[in-house]
């Protein structure tokens, strides 16, 4: 039977920095991957250019429960660690003007290939297509069972990702590995998805806008801006996928309210329609919100008026009601796409599970644990990479200094 120092399970970007973390410390690592290549998300990440990371790191930008582990792994919250640790594996990046990083190559797969390079430099021992399956410790050694080996590490890092996207790799692995070890995680979750509306406003429009996420008693719980998608199921796009977080976690009714001008106020906005009118009186009203609005929003929103109307008259009060169509429609959120669309996983093992500055495991010395399998999710825009890399490079370096630490004893 083979014996590591340090064994990790999943090569995602999690597990790909802790092995080669660990490898440059010293120590002799085993990757092991489920799948029959390493990186496969990875390389999906981004469209295929894959968003690593971003330029304005804050700690609103993940889930309030991960705060603990935010703040303790090294370089989370640094706008400069993420690229000098990828420049370290010989991966570089640059930023677009939003800040969010991406590898200068333009492809995520890239990174793959260079990661992968870099494993067989630093001498890991990588089983793809064999995943983990079982663990246990005895006499201060963990015993790993795969599908057709067995092995003996002095450490195990998890880095098994989440649930999300089935089709990628994501499901339960981490509890089924855990199940033993009576661990505490926070209910899984979609995250990251597109959301579903009582009320379709129109199908395949894409248009820029403010949003606003009330529950039933209209307290505000969280706005987006940016670009949304409206779908025949409701509304997608990275502003809108950024609140199924939110709508997931919240049992109450939620409604959303969009501003589909938000640059420009209401007064601005009844002044341009009231133009509008005056240089062209014979428009239809159903067109006139098309000078600021895709035309078959503008239509939708108009119609939607029509119905409720008398007479179709461009009368002021008829202005009044196009221009809170086009800044304030409401429409009822029913919840979100599951995991087949969500691209992150909210919840997972809880972040009290570890320490915050290592990620070894409270209950299980020698046992690590980073990436999307714990109780960490970030915003779209490089934050969940960031995550992933970074805490993956803390598990590997103090997997390696606990057997360098347990050897000299
Ligand atoms: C389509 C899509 C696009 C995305 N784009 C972005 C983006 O642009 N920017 C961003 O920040 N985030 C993005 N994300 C999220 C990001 O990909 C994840 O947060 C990140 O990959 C998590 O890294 P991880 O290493 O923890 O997990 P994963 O990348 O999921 O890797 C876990 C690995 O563990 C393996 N595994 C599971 N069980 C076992 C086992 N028992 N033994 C061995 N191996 C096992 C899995 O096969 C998998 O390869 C995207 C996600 C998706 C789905």
Redesign the pocket.
Known sequence: MAHFDVAV?????????AALEAAAGGARVLL????PK?????A????G??????RHLAEHRYNPESLPLIKGVSGVLDKDALPAFLASLGIACSADEAGRLYPRSGQ?ATMVWILNDLLQARGVTVEAG????HFRKEAGVFLLQ?ADAAHESATLI?????Q??PK????D??R??LADWDVGFRREMPA?APLYTGTVLADGVRVPAAARLYDAGDRLLQTADGEFQLTKTGVSGIAAMQLARTVNRLAAQKHLVFDFVPDMTKTALITWLERIRSVNGQREARYILDSVLPAKLAVALALAIAKQRQNHELDDSHLRQLCAAAKETKLDVTGTAGWDQ????SGGVCAGEVNPVTLESHRLPGLFM?????DV??D?????????FL??RAAGRAAARYVSSSKRR
């Open positions: 399970a999943g090569a995602g970007p999690a597990g790909l920095s092991l991957e489920r799948q390493p990186g496969r998300r990875l999906a990440t981004g469209n250019r894959g968003n690593v990371g971003n995520a064999n995943g983990l399956m795969t998890l880095a098994v990702g989440g999300a996207q990628l790799g994501g499901g692995h981490a089924r590995l990251l969500a691209q992150v996983m980073c990436g999307e399998m714990l999710d970030g779209t825009g490089g934050y969940n990479l960031n995550w992933a805490s993956g």
